[in-house]
């Protein structure tokens, strides 16, 4: 009996230390954009037929993992009609006690990234955000705004891939959070 009781109890902490590690996960939100939902004009490029705002949307973190030294945050559009997707925004080495980007942080003319931050050219070939776009007629895309907790700073070429980026983040991530949000042009 004792060895049934033994049981049940070790399965009751286990029970509870997941939920509370499941309270405690790494968390991405935003007052601008939701999951599953339709980003609004002001998320769309200018540019390349578009005629949006290209306003970077705000976007908040908590609960971040023990040993993060730096941030990045991306915005991924893996629908794009390329073979690769489209990176919309890769900013780097944001600072580990940041916990928030404002709406329109990845203007590059405003200067509103943290300080120490690196913007990355991405594919419409700018350094910053650049907005939803996709080919008219093309059907609903899906927009993978993700932060990534780093265990250090990157060290990174000024004329640095989106690929390359990418993979120095992910091989140095502690934890990572995304908030898919969705955008259609007729």
């Known amino acids: 009996m004792s060895s049934v009781i033994s049981r049940f109890s070790f399965v009751v902490f286990t029970v509870l230390l997941s939920g509370a590690a499941c309270a405690?996960?790494?968390?991405?939100?935003?007052?601008?954009?939701?999951?599953?939902?339709?980003?609004?004009?002001?998320?769309e490029f200018q540019g390349?037929?578009?005629?949006?705002?290209?306003?970077s949307p705000q976007l908040s973190w908590s609960n971040t993992p023990e040993g993060t030294e730096a941030f990045a945050v991306?915005?991924?559009?893996?629908?794009?009609?390329?073979?690769?997707?489209?990176?919309?925004?890769?900013?780097?080495?944001?600072?580990?006690?940041?916990?928030?980007?404002?709406?329109?942080?990845?203007?590059s003319e405003?200067?509103?990234?943290?300080?120490?931050?690196?913007?990355?050219?991405?594919?419409y070939g700018l350094r910053g955000f650049g907005?939803?776009?996709p080919p008219k007629g093309h059907g609903a895309h899906r927009y993978q705004f993700t932060v990534y907790a780093l265990s250090k700073k990157l060290d990174l070429p000024s004329d640095a891939s989106g690929a390359l980026t990418g993979y120095m983040v992910k091989?140095?991530?502690?934890?990572?959070?995304?908030?898919e949000a969705l955008y259609v042009r007729e």
């Open 24 to 43: 405690e996960s790494f968390l991405l939100s935003s007052k601008d954009i939701h999951a599953g939902k339709f980003m609004s004009k002001e998320q």
């Open 131 to 133: 907005g939803a776009c």
């Open 171 to 179: 091989a140095n991530s502690l934890g990572a959070s995304t908030v």
């Open 48 to 55: 390349f037929g578009c005629t949006g705002s290209n306003i």
């Open 74 to 107: 991306f915005a991924y559009d893996p629908d794009a009609p390329t073979g690769s997707g489209w990176w919309h925004w890769q900013l780097v080495n944001i600072p580990k006690d940041t916990t928030s980007l404002q709406a329109d942080a990845g203007n």
């Open 110 to 123: 405003k200067n509103r990234i943290p300080q120490g931050s690196i913007q990355i050219v991405n594919d």
